[in-house]
């Protein structure tokens, strides 16, 4: 193809690195972005403060290594999931993505299977490839379902050392039922199977959703992962976490880099959590626009999914990517997810989902007035 693939393949790459292409949701200057799922609300200015006076006291002490077992931020994340969990429960990492990757060089590796259903995150077939486990394919039913007795007999059928489950759903923004998990845990008795629930999205869920984490006693091969990403705001800072057994997070004492959080990354997570209450103010706010956008495409006659998540994964487009960069001259950015007649879209500010509501109403009224 192109001169720098074919200089890339030159390399001795790994047989099962070749010919593949990186993560790259496009990062576009776009007055509006909702393509990633970020938190559009930015950090609310108490927290900024806070984060600004933590970094600088670290800063002070940045000759020397930063604590290699986070202890103060992991009792400040078992503190804020609750369930009974303390720090011994609890590990993190560079972004939630970094964790999935201890997970899998942990129990994955050659020779073994990673078990995914998509449509679901585009990075747990890249993080399977970069640690030589096979990564297999589920099925969903119509409308992208997933009940417990299909999943469990996939399981069964497939004996995977690893299964990926993704609630709320990216990128159809659905969340699982626990009896899903529960079931799919069972299934993974006999061949051991370690099944990761990614709650990436969790603190968007409607009031009264249950976590995965009400079903961690007594289940060692369970693994909840969590990020700081979203609902607290803090992608760029690159802050991931799990929650499991004590022995899982030993396990991945085996893996990890050593030193691999910053003070800087400890200092800033630790303040945001201290300081949480303006970034949950926002997740309100944002499930408020979530909720809107799907009852406001639902009155332009299009097919929004049940949405758990800050983004809203809708239906009933002839050339969604048409529609795509029609928004995009307008300067709105989201997600083409390459889904036959369907986009995804981040809940934004108030002032954001309008001008994407508005530019998609008039681009809907154009093309219906065109000739196909
Ligand atoms: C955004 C997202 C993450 C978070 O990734 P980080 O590395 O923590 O930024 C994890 N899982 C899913 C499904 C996501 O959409």
Redesign the pocket.
């Known amino acids: 193809m192109n001169d720098q693939l074919e200089r890339l393949n030159r390399l001795p790459l790994r047989s099962n690195l070749r010919g593949l292409t990186p993560y790259g949701a496009p990062q576009l200057n776009v007055p509006i972005l909702l393509n990633?799922?970020e938190n559009t609300h930015g950090v609310p200015a108490d927290v900024r403060a806070a984060i600004t006076k933590a970094v600088s006291e670290a800063a002070a002490g940045l000759n020397r290594y930063p604590d290699r077992e986070f202890t103060e931020l992991r009792k400040a994340l078992a503190e804020y999931l609750g369930h009974g969990l303390d720090e011994s429960n609890l590990w993190a990492a560079n972004?939630?993505?970094?964790v999935l990757q201890q997970i899998l060089q942990a129990f994955g590796g050659p020779g073994r299977r990673a078990l995914g259903f998509p449509p679901t995150?585009s990075?747990y077939p890249l993080l399977a490839t970069g640690t030589d486990t096979e990564y297999i394919v589920g099925k969903r039913a119509e409308g992208y379902d997933l009940s417990a007795e299909s999943a469990a007999r996939q399981v069964e059928e497939l004996h995977p050392n690893i299964v990926f489950l993704?609630s709320p759903n990216?990128p159809t923004g659905t969340g699982l039922g626990l009896d899903v998990v529960e079931a799919v845990y069972e299934a993974g008795e006999a061949s051991q199977t370690i099944v990761i629930v990614?709650e990436?999205?969790h603190e968007f869920a409607h009031d009264g959703t249950p976590s995965a984490l009400t079903l961690l006693p007594g289940r060692e091969r369970l693994i909840v992962?969590r990020?700081?990403?979203?609902a607290f705001a803090l992608?760029g800072a690159?802050?991931?976490y799990m929650a499991a057994a004590p022995e899982v997070t030993d396990a991945l004492r085996l893996v990890r880099l050593p030193y691999h959080l910053s003070a800087i990354t400890q200092a800033t997570a630790l303040a945001a959590l201290q300081h949480r209450g303006a970034l949950m103010a926002d997740v309100e706010d944002i499930k408020k626009q979530r909720d809107r956008i799907v009852a406001e495409l639902t009155r332009m006659g299009l097919k929004p999914a049940a949405s758990d998540s800050n983004y809203v994964f809708f239906g009933g487009l002839e050339d969604p990517h048409r529609v795509w960069q029609e928004l995009l001259d307008a300067g709105v950015l989201i997600r083409d997810v390459g889904i036959p007649g369907h986009l995804r879209v981040t809940a934004g500010t108030e002032t954001e989902t309008t001008a994407f509501l508005t530019s998609l109403e008039n681009i809907l009224a154009s093309q219906a007035a065109l000739p196909a």
């Open positions: 990633v799922n972004g939630s993505n970094e995150y990075m993704c990216n990614d990436a999205y992962s990020t700081m990403s979203k992608a690159r802050l991931g």
